[in-house]
């Protein structure tokens, strides 16, 4: 198992969810409260200014998601990802542009995140991955083109 307060890690958490209240309380109760930030929703230039200063990005849904905006958002930042096995994510995240864990599982996830936090290589690569993954697969002019072919 794994200590979660050995972690020397910053979280910022950006959103905002029906569960956060039960989060922050948890988070104190941990004596982790001091290295987590709740930004609320975010948007522009503060969502920006979050995705530039992150080493990584981590999205651990628990519903259902089709693939997850903040997929491609990640990866258009040349940032790896940490997600959740749940639904259409899988899709997008790859053993080659991040690090996906089952839903729920703390321990994978902590695992994930301490992977790549004592790994600069592995995170740098991994992003640079995604963000190749994005601009071969992943754009809209590629979305629309495929869309095309199919209504042809």
Not at 56 to 85: C, D, K, M, N, Q
Request: aromatic content about 8%; overall charge negative.
């Amino acid at each position: 198992m794994i200590a979660y307060s050995d972690f020397s890690i910053q979280l910022d958490i950006a959103g905002d969810g029906w569960d956060k209240q039960r989060l922050e309380k948890l988070a104190y109760q941990m004596g982790l409260n001091n290295r987590i930030v709740w930004h609320g929703w975010c948007k522009g230039e503060k969502l920006e200014k979050l995705y530039n200063q992150s080493s990584a990005v981590i999205f651990p849904s628990v519903w259902h998601e089709p693939a997850g905006l903040i997929t491609l958002e990640a990866y258009a930042r040349y940032r790896p990802i940490i997600a959740s096995a749940v639904d259409g994510i899988p899709e997008h995240v790859r053993k080659e542009t991040g690090i996906v864990v089952e839903s729920n599982n703390i321990d994978q996830l902590a695992g994930a995140i301490s992977d790549l936090s004592n790994d600069y290589q592995k995170s740098r690569v991994l992003g640079e991955q995604g963000h190749a993954l994005l601009m071969q697969e992943l754009t809209l002019e590629i979305h629309t083109q495929r869309l095309q072919r199919i209504y042809d």
